[in-house]
């Protein structure tokens, strides 16, 4: 975007960062461009100067793939694509997707450890699932500088699992809002996950070990959209996050936190907290409803012996049910 003759590359008004500018009802910047993006380097996995792209299909089939090399090809059935290059090399491949896909499903080429970067989501939004998409593709990192259209994409299980982010990524304007499923879908990831809590998450019902394993994790929870069912083991094994701002997810619903916060850095703080915070404890009594039966695993954080945070899991264990590891009281 440019004022007059110079380039605006980081807009603001007063302090706060401007991400999109419209005219009308037409995004003028960042430009807009349509076509999902990545490179391959054919020296990777087998070394053969070919590429083939194995996507999941449903109904009618129509995109055409920039093979990086001035060549295309048009796909209009269900198959595999495999184009072989006159030399091998790195290539940046461009598919603009009209219909058809439903999933990239990365993780069903043979070509998979040759793709090296993902440099555009593009606007396509016919994909209905994420499933594994990316998961054992240990050459990748996922650079994006646009946001996906994931508007019709439910399940997220294993989508980005060992997957290596870009730290300019940020996740604040990502929107998972139809996902249902996030099952390990941030799981061992090396990359801190930048703005994750602020992403759109308010259809998730299982969130068992998404974020986990993730040793660069340490996101703030507060005023996340977050209210899964299921979240066992959701940040076991993050052993930097702390739980800032874990009181604001919503766990009225949740039935599992079955190892939840086991081997992370957990604080006393934010564990008694929570406590406090999701029962709605008054001081006396519970405010708020939650599920019987609960097993929670708090790791080592510890509770208030006469404070209210014991209160509140003498009330969670007794009247509710509950299971509860952690520290024990301090």
Known sequence: MKIGGIDITNPKIGTTTINKVFIGSDQVWPNIVNEFIFKINTALGDGLAEFTFSPDYAGAVNYTIDWGDSQTST???????????????????????????????????????????????????????????FWTLTNIVLKPTDYPNFSNCTDFVN???????????????????????IDLMFSSSPSSLNGITQADFSSVNIANRAFNGNSNFNEDFTGTNLAPTNMGQIFRLSTNFEGDGIKDIDISNTTDMYLAFATTSLTNQNYQDALIYWTGWNGTTATKTLQSNVVAHFGTARYEIGGESEDVRNYLTGTLGWTITDGGGI
């Open 75 to 133: 796909i209009t059935t269900v198959t595999d694509p495999t184009h072989t290059y006159s030399t091998g090399g790195i290539y940046t491949i461009k598919i603009n997707i009209t219909s058809g896909i439903i999933n990239y499903s990365f993780i069903d080429s043979p070509d998979k450890l040759k793709v090296t970067e993902l440099n555009n989501w593009g606007t396509y939004s016919g994909l209905t699932s994420m499933n594994a998409c």
């Open 159 to 181: 989508s980005f699992r060992e997957v290596a982010w870009d730290s300019g990524t940020v996740f604040s304007n990502y929107s998972f809002s139809a996902a249902t499923n």
